[in-house]
């Protein structure tokens, strides 16, 4: 589950963590992929697909303005189904 980090969101960056999946499919983790949209479309684009860590710090974005975010695991195999999705409020 993809959640916001209160503690590192402000005005112009959010940061997101989630719980790494219970199973890895028998490959471990390698990175993660994040992808964020401006709500409410579904028009996603990637934030970075090389997170290596369960966390990551969204930057570059516009106070004001509602986000939505989603993770993707990645392992030998390839890329996990999406994670849940979570909507914050830049600001």
Avoid: H
């Amino acid at each position: 589950m993809i959640e916001n980090n209160a503690a590192i969101t402000t005005a112009y960056q959010i940061g997101l963590q989630w719980t790494p999946g219970a199973f890895d499919g028998g490959s471990p983790v390698i990175d993660y992929r994040v992808s964020y949209a401006v709500y409410p479309s579904t028009d996603f684009v990637v934030f970075s697909d090389t997170v290596t860590d369960d966390y990551v710090t969204v930057t570059g974005l516009d106070a004001g303005v509602t986000y939505t975010f989603y993770a993707e695991a990645r392992n030998l195999v390839g890329y996990s189904p999406l994670s849940d999705t979570v909507t914050v409020l830049a600001a």
